[in-house]
């Protein structure tokens, strides 16, 4: 999430800074410009505990100055420096700047690309400005032509988490508040969906109000309400359903029904810009499929599981070696210290289809079989053996898929995405590709997916009446 930078950050921005700038600025001078926040502003983007650019501006009345924007030099090309000015073009239009300039290095063919992409335009050129004896362009781009861009606030609720978050169309984050029920669920095992709807309704009002007072806008201010349309628990989708048509009802804003599993796929263009034809592989509590994506509003199943999802296979999995609800986290856990022991069938489908069911039962059996022999389960064994399991069946159908529908990139989505093994065996087998996995922290459920996925609904004008029905089993090709 792109923040204003704070003095923790300045040791690895200061690492960015020394190997993409010849005459780097100093700790002290960035010191000096975070302090001084109402002439100046540097913003980072950080993604899980990383800083991976920064960008600064400064404010002369109607006016602003791009001074810099960096991105760390094992990450260029790929769509974060666009993700920051794109940031700061939306922070100066909301300061009131009319025009953003900055100079440029007429040889930074990157740069030039970037700015010129953003309507930037070349005022003049400075010669010898730099001291090398190299050129600059003087670049200018108003900010106040084209219109505002839209902002969406969205709700989620469909299952243990209660959302909402506030985008605009640009990709500014402008807030982002989730609650989640998991300690209460995870006494009983497992989500209880009368609960959960309960504690929808005793949390939504609260959470939407943060999104708001984050945001520091007024509802008036949003373009569209969104929320989880389905698929999810029908009590738990009622709540955010209800909430965002009383909000759309009374403020007069137009109704997006949002399908979660969208919102798990397009989420991860807060990280780049996504490329089309696109292969999903989404890993959730709910769902196991391959989605081919021809472009951003035609999915198509191409795959899916013939019984249990993946993650419910590790919640049944944890809950018979006796671990903690949700599962998933315990067996990445243990199975970060096991060793192959066990041997678990591999499930036999055609196609691009999975089967998980097999492989639970058969975890099952042989915890009972060991119980009854007398014989003390090795937990990280047992967890490593499943998910070798498990996970390379994903690897492998999804290979075939890629063979059989080529596609441009590969993206992973769900709850499952979040598991370390699953990441690695992507990078080991699909580093050829476009691939990109989500931070770990859009991986849970979250609105922001919800936001990230309308602002497509808002751009194809597909909207909800209120009499839209919640859809519990909903599909992605819907
Ligand atoms: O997408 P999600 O938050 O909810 C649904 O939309 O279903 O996914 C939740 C699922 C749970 O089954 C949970 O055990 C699993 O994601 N999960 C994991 C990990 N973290 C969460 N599974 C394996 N490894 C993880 N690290
Ligand atoms: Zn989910």
């Known amino acids: 999430m792109i923040e204003l930078m704070k003095p923790e950050d300045l040791d690895q921005v200061m690492e960015i800074e020394n190997s993409s700038f010849n005459n780097p600025w ?3 001078y960035f010191l000096n410009e975070i302090n001084n926040s109402e002439l100046s502003e540097i913003y980072v983007d950080i993604i899980d505990g990383e800083v991976v650019s920064y960008g600064d501006l400064w404010y002369m009345f109607e006016n602003c100055d791009l001074t810099k924007i960096a991105v760390k030099q094992s990450l260029r090309h790929k769509g974060y420096g666009r993700k920051m000015l794109k940031h700061l073009i939306a922070t100066a239009r909301r300061r009131g700047c009319e025009f953003m300039h900055l100079e440029v290095n007429v040889n930074n063919a990157d740069a030039l690309n970037l700015y010129e992409k953003n309507s930037f335009e070349t005022v003049r ?8 004896g190299d050129d600059a362009y003087d670049m200018i781009r108003g900010l106040i032509d084209g219109s505002e861009p839209r902002k969406v606030l969205a709700i989620e609720t469909s299952c243990d988490e209660t959302a909402c978050a506030i985008i605009d169309e640009e990709y500014d984050v402008l807030s982002s508040v989730v609650t989640s ?5 995870a006494r009983f095992g497992g989500v209880i969906p009368e609960v959960a709807s309960r504690m929808h ?4 009002s609260t959470i939407v109000k943060q999104a708001v007072d984050q945001a520091k806008i007024s509802l008036d ?10 698929p999810g628990l029908i009590g738990s989708l009622h709540v955010g359903a209800i909430a965002a048509k009383s909000l759309a009802f009374f403020y007069k804003k137009p109704l997006i029904g949002v399908h979660h599993l969208k919102g798990h796929i397009f989420i991860n263009e807060l990280i780049k810009p996504l490329n089309y034809p696109m292969m999903a592989l989404v890993v959730s509590g709910g769902h196991t499929e391959l989605v081919y994506i021809e472009d951003d509003q035609t999915f198509r199943i191409i795959g899916t ?3 249990d999802a993946i993650g419910e296979a590790y919640d049944k999995v944890a809950r018979v070696m006796k671990e903690a609800y949700p599962g998933g986290p315990a067996i990445d856990r243990l199975a970060r210290d096991g060793k192959e022991h066990y041997q678990l069938p591999t499930p036999k489908v055609e196609g691009l289809d999975f089967s ?11 915890v009972k079989k060991e119980e009854a022999a007398g014989n003390e389960i090795d937990k990280n064994d047992l967890a490593y053996a499943f998910q070798e399991v498990a996970l390379n069946m994903l690897i492998r159908k999804t290979k075939l898929a890629l063979e059989q529908y080529p ?9 499952v995405a979040a598991n370390s093994r699953l990441r690695q065996l992507m990078s080991e087998n699909f580093s050829d590709m476009d691939l990109i996995l989500p931070p770990l922290k859009y991986c849970t459920d979250n609105a922001l997916m919800i936001a990230c996925a309308a602002l497509h609904y808002l751009k194809a004008e597909k909207y909800v009446d209120f009499d839209a029905p919640s859809r519990p089993s909903m599909s992605i090709e819907d």
């Open 356 to 366: 998980f069911s097999g492989l639970k039962n058969a975890v099952q059996q042989l």
């Open 125 to 132: 050129t400075r010669k010898r400005y730099y001291e090398n």
């Open 407 to 415: 596609c441009k990139s590969l993206v992973l989505a769900g709850g």
């Open 26 to 28: 100093s700790r002290m």
């Open 221 to 230: 201010d949003i373009d569209a309400i969104a929320y989880t349309i389905g």
């Open 201 to 204: 309704v005793e949390q939504i």
């Open 181 to 185: 029920q998991i300690d209460v669920h």
């Open 305 to 307: 599981t013939l019984d």
